[in-house]
């Protein structure tokens, strides 16, 4: 079974500039999370869907936003990039809520220049 | 307050020894659960264990055994005979029913010399 893909790898980006991030969740779960791991932030819960619809979003400014797709699929949305916003994105997802255990990608590491 | 903690930043051991990490948690519900992930060098979070906070009894898989005890808020993860490949980061976290939001420490750096 495949697990939770995102794309791309890494990438490299000028400050100011947009960027979407993509992830694929594993079959079946239809909950996706988005989490950032900035060098010496550790990790903090940026979005979570379900079913379609934004549930719940952590302490992030509003240029950060997302959306999830029918196939459960979702894309994080980052736009006028700032260099703090350089770190390590990764995705997650389960196949349920309330506490069920989130797989996550190997993430997508975003360097802004 | 709803926080994890990690007061480990970096371990290192030998191969061969035993090794605790330690997760404290503050929380006032009564319905929790805690997860303890790995972090490899390629970045991807691994699950190795969800323990709800109903549960206290301790679980052991292989070489990997976790304590948890409610009384003292404490979920700690022990590896037994540690090898190279256990390098990694690792990190506890915790959820609350129907919230969703993984509250992680900020990790552990666990290195196994050979």
């Known amino acids: 079974e495949a697990g939770v893909t995102q794309s791309p790898t890494h990438l490299i980006k000028t400050r100011g500039q947009q960027v979407t991030l993509r992830c694929s969740p594993i079959?079946?779960?239809?909950?996706v999370y988005w989490y950032q791991q900035a060098l010496g932030l550790g990790l903090q819960f940026l979005l979570w869907y379900d079913e379609g619809e934004e549930r719940n979003r952590g302490n992030f400014p509003p240029r950060f936003s997302g959306r999830q797709f029918p196939n459960y699929s979702s894309e994080l949305n980052v736009n006028a990039l700032e260099l703090e916003d350089s770190a390590l994105y990764l995705c997650a997802s389960s196949h349920g809520t309330g506490g069920t255990e989130a797989f996550f990608g190997q993430g997508t590491r975003l360097t802004v220049v | 307050a709803q926080k994890v903690t990690q007061a480990q930043t970096e371990i290192s051991v030998v191969e061969k020894e035993d090794v605790t990490l330690d997760c404290v948690y503050e929380t006032r519900d009564t319905t929790y659960y805690l997860f303890w992930y790995k972090q490899p060098p390629s970045g991807e979070l691994v699950f190795l264990i969800r323990?709800?906070?109903?549960?206290?009894q301790n679980e052991i898989s292989g070489r990997y055994s976790w304590n948890f005890q409610k009384s003292t808020s404490s979920f700690n993860f022990t590896i037994t005979a540690s090898q190279v490949v256990d390098s990694a980061v690792y990190f506890c976290a915790l959820i609350f029913y129907n919230t969703d939001k993984l509250i992680f420490g900020t990790g552990t750096r666990l290195q196994v010399f050979p």
């Open positions: 079959s079946g779960h239809t909950s």
């Open positions: 323990r709800n906070s109903f549960d206290e």
